[in-house]
């Protein structure tokens, strides 16, 4: 009897201590939404209560009609997209060689990646800027690729060698002596087995972009050319005008797709986010 | 052209000194390797072609240009494209040792398979079998190309602008010219009473104690949520944990920025509620006060971070064998001590190594404070070095590089950066399988 009262306690105990946690993280998001339906435009005239001045799809409507919102998507599409399969491509095969041969200056090149990856890459804006300027990709998307694509490189590499390491070399030295080129025995006996590190990295390499905004605001210069991020937040919220509910309902477009996305793929991303840094 | 070579091995010498020679002459005149050869030595041909302009981008790289306050401003040396094509052809220069020493390793291999197997490959076999050595080099090409020319040469770049006068207002190229400081701009710095040196300290200090703290607080928030949803056979576990990761869901630059507005002193959503509450009769100076706006940042990371430690401590739990739970049970263990003794030292040895690379990347957590507080309260150096009272190091080279146009200070809080965070990256790396293995 008196145990099953301390067990009572002790659940009423964590479960408001869950509903209090659940409050606090739920708190900002409510007021995305609210905002976005909200009328009236900058965060003053919002009602503390969510939805209290009643709905409106107004600030939908002007970001379809007044701003290139449409345009910055499909330029944050398809900066993610060709970002993710680049460096899937460019690191998976890099993370082969060093995982699988023996060269010279392997030991020295793993290091300096090493090193690399704690630099926030915006360290290097200038020169990043004047070397983009001498090959013509000023305000151009490849040119944004190619400085996100380097820049995931160091630390890619790593994390999938590391996770290659894991597989037995049995497995590729069975294929070569079956007479099939190193490139072969990669593309159908490595790439299948380190599959959850891939789609990891394709996922992280993909959800980065639309939250940067340093390099964008750097290399692209024209409206047509933004990102999402970039265009939201020098259109909506700068020194001189607050837009929130116009900003808010710009971010909840971008943010359903990814809390759909997180929230069905959480399992999946709890195995191969423990796989992927445990095995280290 | 053939020249007989000794399968004893005595014309190393031979094959050595005329690889070096020239690169690829060892191939052409003794081994009968003319495509290869030929290949090497068209690289060679490239580099003395180019040398003249090499040379003269070099001694550019040492004057960093005149200045010619007579010529329009499109014609005066620009010091800075001088130093990033110096920078530039520093690191060609590199990839071509790089190959020379390839093309006398292969030279003298080809040679000793000649004096094992007593013939010379012909070209057929060679290029079948080139092209199954050439593999590893060719996969590896696209790698060490981007990291060079994007993030290498702009990181020894902007290593080199420490050692210059690239600031705004005297030295901004085009119009005038950049010279070489030696450590004036590190003298700057960290000595004497200053406005910058007294804002480096407080800014050092700040980023170090936000990314001890920002690490610590997500970390065990993470830990604590991952424990009590998987402890306490909740129904509504399931239902709990989607809500806990929405935070990781949201991109940052969003959330951060609804936030900032919500937490607005005068007209924010929080301090407004609070008034209408009675809670408080003037607003909460949550961004500007700067030591409330620090413990904000803390809090605010605590909202956006504990769901990745979250999910990470909970796979890394489930991984745990059910029979030790079990062993535990059996001799009589409650549930804290099982915590205690069992699931906390397990977990604290895997995730090592994320915490602290999650460190490292707390203290280069630009977003965070960025979009949070933008640096701000202003504090009393402020008006001269552009830090305000959250600022950290990434968010102050940032400032200074865009608004203030400090190039030169910049480059020297990047070499801080790197000095204090390199000692961690490096015991990371020795804590790899792979090093400790000795694979490498």
Redesign the interface.
């Known amino acids: 009897m008196n145990s099953k009262v301390i067990k009572n306690i002790n659940?009423a105990f964590?479960?408001s201590?869950?509903m209090l946690?659940?409050l606090?993280?739920?708190?900002?998001?409510i007021?995305?939404v609210s905002g976005a339906f909200a009328p009236g435009n900058?965060?003053?005239t919002?009602s503390?209560i969510p939805f209290g001045d009643g709905i409106t799809l107004k600030h939908f409507e002007d970001l379809f009609s007044k701003t290139d919102y449409v345009q910055w998507f499909k330029n944050t599409l398809f900066i993610a997209v060709c970002t993710s399969l680049a460096t899937v491509i460019?690191?998976s095969?890099?993370a082969?060689?060093?995982s699988r041969?023996q060269?010279?200056?392997?030991?020295s090149?793993?290091?300096?990646?090493?090193?690399?990856?704690?630099?926030?890459?915006?360290?290097?804006?200038?020169?990043?800027y004047?070397?983009l300027l001498r090959i013509g990709g000023l305000d151009t998307l490849w040119g944004l690729i190619?400085?996100y694509?380097?820049?995931n490189?160091?630390y890619n590499?790593w994390m999938v060698?590391?996770y290659m390491?894991t597989i037995p070399k049995s497995l590729d030295e069975a294929a070569r002596i079956d007479g099939a080129?190193?490139?072969k025995t990669?593309r159908t006996i490595i790439l299948p087995v380190a599959r959850p590190i891939i789609i990891f990295l394709g996922i992280s390499s993909f959800?980065a972009p639309?939250?940067?905004?340093?390099f964008p605001k750097m290399v692209l210069r024209s409206s047509s050319k933004q990102t999402l991020?970039l265009g939201l937040?020098s259109s909506f919220?700068t020194e001189k005008k607050?837009e929130?509910t116009t900003?808010?309902a710009g971010?909840l477009l971008?943010?359903i797709p990814?809390?759909i996305?997180?929230?069905l793929m959480?399992k999946t991303?709890?195995?191969s986010?423990?796989?992927a840094?445990?095995?280290? | 052209m053939q020249i007989k070579v000794q399968t004893d091995g005595s014309s190393r010498k031979q094959v050595l000194i005329s690889s070096i020679l020239f690169m690829g002459l060892g191939h052409i005149l003794y081994l009968k390797e003319y495509v290869k050869g030929v290949f090497y030595a068209l690289i060679e041909v490239c580099m003395l072609l180019c040398s003249p302009m090499i040379m003269s981008k070099l001694i550019n790289l040492v004057t960093l240009g005149n200045s010619q306050p007579n010529l329009p401003v499109k014609q005066r040396d620009n010091s800075?494209?001088m130093l990033?094509d110096g920078?530039?052809i520093l690191a060609v220069i590199c990839v071509f040792i790089?190959i020379y020493?390839i093309s006398v390793?292969s030279a003298l291999k080809s040679y000793e398979e000649y004096c094992i197997f007593g013939w010379l490959k012909n070209e057929k076999n060679i290029i079948s079998d080139t092209?199954?050595k050439a593999?590893?080099i060719l996969?590896?090409a696209?790698?060490?190309g981007?990291?060079l020319?994007?993030?290498?040469?702009?990181?020894i770049?902007?290593a080199c602008?420490a050692f210059t006068n690239y600031a705004a207002p005297d030295h901004i190229p085009p119009n005038n010219t950049v010279d070489w400081v030696g450590f004036a701009n590190f003298k700057a710095m960290f000595v004497g009473g200053t406005a910058w040196s007294t804002g480096f300290v407080r800014v050092a200090i700040w980023t170090l104690v936000w990314g001890a703290l920002a690490t610590f607080t997500c970390y065990f928030g993470g830990m604590i949520?991952a424990v009590?949803?998987n402890q306490?056979k909740?129904k509504?576990a399931p239902v709990?944990?989607?809500?806990?990761?929405?935070?990781?869901?949201?991109?940052?630059?969003?959330?951060m920025?609804?936030?900032n507005?919500?937490l607005?002193g005068?007209?924010?959503?929080v301090n407004?509620?609070l008034i209408?509450l009675n809670i408080t009769s003037a607003g909460v100076p949550w961004l500007s006060n700067a030591w409330l706006a620090k413990f904000v940042c803390v809090l605010i990371n605590l909202?956006a971070g504990f769901p990745y430690f979250m999910?990470?401590i909970?796979?890394?739990m489930?991984?745990i064998s059910a029979d030790i739970y079990e062993a535990a049970k059996i001799d009589g263990a409650n549930q804290f001590q099982i915590f205690k003794k069992m699931i906390l030292p397990i977990v604290l040895y895997?995730?090592t190594?994320?915490i602290i690379m999650s460190f490292?990347h707390n203290i280069?957590n630009?977003?965070a404070i960025f979009?949070l507080t933008n640096g701000y309260p202003v504090v009393a150096d402020s008006t001269t070095t552009g830090a305000g009272g959250t600022d950290i190091l990434?968010t102050w080279?940032?400032k200074l590089?865009v608004n203030l146009l400090k190039?030169n200070y910049a480059a020297v809080l990047?070499i801080v950066?790197?000095v204090v965070?390199?000692p961690?990256?490096?015991y990371?790396?020795r804590?790899?399988?792979?090093y400790k293995d000795g694979?490498?």
Not at chain 1, 103 to 107: E, P, V
Not at chain 2, 431 to 434: D, F, I, L, S, V
């Open positions: 659940l964590i479960l201590f869950l946690t659940s606090f993280v739920i708190y900002p998001l007021y995305i900058s965060i003053a919002l503390i460019v690191s095969l890099g082969y060689v060093f041969f060269f010279t200056l392997k030991k090149m793993m290091m300096t990646m090493l090193i690399l990856q704690i630099f926030p890459s915006f360290v290097g804006m200038v020169a990043i004047v070397i190619l400085v694509l380097a820049g490189i160091p590499t060698k590391s390491d080129s190193h490139f990669f959800t639309w939250m940067d905004y340093i991020a937040y919220l607050n929130f900003f808010a971010a971008i943010a990814f809390i996305f997180f929230v959480q991303m709890m195995t986010m423990g796989g840094a445990v095995k280290e | 800075i494209f990033i920078v530039i790089a020493i390793r092209a199954q593999f590893p996969a590896l696209p790698t060490v981007l990291v020319f994007f993030v290498v040469v702009p990181l770049f902007s602008v949520m009590s949803l306490s909740l509504l709990f944990r989607t809500i806990f990761i929405l935070p990781y869901a949201v991109p940052a630059v969003v959330s920025l609804v936030w507005n919500l607005n005068s007209f924010g959503v407004r509620t209408a909202w999910l990470l909970t796979g890394s489930t991984a895997q995730t190594p994320l490292t280069n630009f977003g979009f990434v080279i940032y590089t190039y990047a950066i790197f965070l390199a961690f990256a490096i990371n790396f804590n790899t399988k792979a694979e490498m």
